[in-house]
Nanobody
């Protein structure tokens, strides 16, 4: 059972930056596909960025050019660098992982396909 623990959330002003981290309990085949999702109050969970073990990435249109997903396999950690933050980026951010070597574009749109989830970290952007 892979455990995922997010950190790095917080409050920042519009235009600021944050880097989220997701520490996996182990590097397994269970983390061949990883992603970041977010959910704002009253809204459905939406994909932010996904990455597979081949290094392929996909991003939601709303974050392209501002957010960067990356991973450090030696540390079993996934990152989300968020720059030029906007108030509409305010949400709970979740890390997800799965054993499938995913087609990142598909998995970005289908969060329920991910088997493992973290508990979330809150990001609040003020104007």
């Amino acid at each position: 059972q892979v455990q995922l623990v997010e950190s790095g959330g917080g409050s920042v002003q519009s235009g600021g930056s944050l880097r989220l981290s997701c520490a996996a309990s182990e590097y397994l085949y269970s983390t061949r596909c990883m992603g970041w999702f977010r959910q704002a109050p009253g809204k459905e969970r939406e994909g932010v960025a996904t990455m597979n073990s081949n290094g392929r990435t996909s991003y939601a249109d709303s974050v392209k050019g501002r957010f960067t997903i990356s991973q450090d396999n030696a540390k079993n950690t996934l990152y989300l660098q968020m720059d030029s933050l906007k108030p509409e980026d305010t949400a709970m951010y979740y890390c997800a992982a799965d054993a499938t070597v995913c087609i990142t574009e598909w998995w970005l749109l289908h969060p329920t396909d991910f088997h493992y989830w973290g508990q979330g970290t809150q990001v609040t952007v003020s104007s």
